[in-house]
């Protein structure tokens, strides 16, 4: 072996998920969600947003 250390090179693709987590969040203050609505919320926050959109309960 030989003594060169390894170089590691570090890349970072957080942009979208940063965008997503802000959706989420808007969604859970904006419909009025619960907790476990919010939880849920997590993984389905466009079919909620649109079902309260949809249903004309905007404000």
């Given at each position: 072996?030989?003594?060169v250390?390894?170089?590691i090179h ?8 940063l ?7 808007f969604?859970i203050?904006y ?8 939880l849920?919320g997590?993984?389905?926050w466009?079919?909620?947003?649109g079902?309260h959109?949809?249903?004309g309960?905007?404000?």
């Amino acid at each position: 072996m030989t003594d060169v250390p390894r170089r590691i090179h570090i890349q970072q693709h957080g942009g979208l998920g940063l965008i997503w987590f802000i959706g989420w969040l808007f969604t859970i203050g904006y419909a009025k969600l619960g907790f476990w609505a919010g939880l849920f919320g997590l993984f389905v926050w466009p079919y909620l947003l649109g079902d309260h959109l949809a249903s004309g309960s905007a404000g």
